[in-house]
């Protein structure tokens, strides 16, 4: 058990739940590695034969994983993933048992393509984002149900400091990954800044009802900065 920060030194959480991985996929790349990057482009028709079983026995594993709770409002978007995931690696099983090279070529490409899928689904949007969201999620999902805005009062001007942090993010890194939607994360991450520095104001006062709405403004608003990248 740990703290994600000092300040949160009565809030304590499981590793895990703030950390935007899911360990069944990432196990997964063991396999997608030496599938793409050496039995693929050599055509090594026994080789993606031979990694049928362990396709299998982690494809096992991927149904039966458990999303951290930082990832919590991305389960549906995994559901839908994993399913066509799953057929993705039926398709696999086919053409590995059948005689058509081409057509487990093929498969081989779709597989790599459904993990990467997979992967866009629990990967943060950018670093800054992901900093943010760590400690949000603790005062959201902790602290706050616990009425403990003491303990979001101490980590404020952090959370603050954060959230600048997400207004700067590199244009570069923007502009490739949103193109023309760049402009609506400025202008969404500017929001979010400006609410974040009025929550710490809230919360310097009494109105309990004031505070609980302030929070959840700025939980909405963050939310809206994600579907910019959807």
Not at 29 to 52: E, F, N
Not at 57 to 86: D, H, Q, S, T
Request: a neutral charge; aromatic letters at 8%; charged letters at 25%.
């Amino acid at each position: 058990m740990l703290s994600t920060n000092s300040a949160f030194s009565q809030t304590k959480i499981e590793s895990h739940e703030i950390s935007a991985s899911v360990p069944e996929l990432s196990a997964f790349h063991s396999i997608i590695a030496p599938m793409w990057h050496k039995a693929y482009p050599t055509k090594d028709i026994a080789a993606l034969k031979g990694y049928v079983p362990e396709i299998k026995a982690n494809m096992a594993k991927m149904n039966c994983a458990k999303l951290p709770g930082i990832l919590r409002e991305k389960e549906a978007a995994w559901k839908a993933a994993l399913v066509k995931f799953n057929q993705v690696a039926e398709n696999y099983y086919s053409a590995a048992a059948g005689s058509d090279d081409a057509a487990l070529l093929l498969a081989a490409e779709k597989l790599h393509s459904g993990y990467e899928a997979m992967n866009r689904v629990v990967r943060p949007f950018n670093k800054e984002m992901d900093a943010y969201h760590k400690t949000l999620y603790v005062i959201y999902h902790k602290s706050l149900p616990d009425k403990n805005y003491s303990e979001i009062v101490a980590v404020m001007d952090q959370l603050i400091a954060e959230a600048d942090a997400v207004t700067k993010t590199p244009e570069e890194a923007l502009v490739k990954r949103l193109k023309e939607k760049s402009v609506k994360y400025h202008a969404v991450a500017t929001e979010l800044y400006n609410l974040t520095v009025a929550l710490k104001e809230v919360l310097a006062g009494t109105d309990a009802k004031a505070k609980n709405a302030a929070i959840e403004k700025m939980h909405s608003t963050y939310q809206k900065l994600e579907s910019v990248f959807e």
